[in-house]
Structure formats: structure tokens, C-alpha cells
């Protein structure tokens, strides 16, 4: 069996990703559409995150730009009352 490396990054990732999916459906209201925000979330990060040190509250790092992505996939019809 062949095992590898994961990165910092990635292992906040797998720590937190029940958080993020809870935060993601609670914001969506539909486990479908938190799924997909949640793998955007995933792929945002592990894409710009490469080689940069893991914040201290990696945590709420994470929610932070799991809900700025939740707000720019928001229709701007959406936001006007």
C-alpha cells in the first residue's frame, strides 16, 4: 500500500471539512448546493495556498473563505431589498 505526503493545507482541510460542510448548508439550505460551495472552497485553497504557511486559526480561516465564496456565487438580484 502506497501512502502520501499530504501538505499542512491539505490536512486542515480534512480536519475542518465537516465544519464546512455544516456552515455551507446552514448558508445554502441545501446539502447539494453546500457540497458544491464546500469542493469550491476546497479547490480555492488548495490551489492559492501552495507552499504558504498554515494560519494559526486555520478554522475560521476556512469559514471566512468558504462565506466570501458564498456571497459572490449570490445572484446580485439577491441582494437588493
Known amino acids: ?3 502520501t505526503a499530504r501538505s ?3 490536512k486542515l482541510l480534512t480536519l ?3 465544519s464546512l460542510f455544516r456552515f455551507a448548508n446552514r448558508l445554502c439550505g441545501s446539502p447539494e ?3 458544491i460551495l464546500t ?3 476546497f479547490r480555492l485553497v ?3 495556498s501552495r507552499g504558504l504557511p498554515v494560519p494559526a486559526n486555520g478554522r475560521a480561516w476556512l469559514l471566512s ?3 466570501h465564496e458564498f456571497l459572490e456565487a449570490r445572484p446580485a438580484s439577491s441582494l437588493r431589498k
Open 39 to 41: 469542493q469550491r472552497t
Open 46 to 48: 488548495l490551489d492559492r
Open 65 to 67: 473563505i468558504l462565506f
Open 8 to 10: 499542512p493545507i491539505e
Open 33 to 35: 448546493r453546500a457540497m
Open 16 to 18: 475542518h471539512y465537516l
Open 1 to 3: 500500500m502506497q501512502t
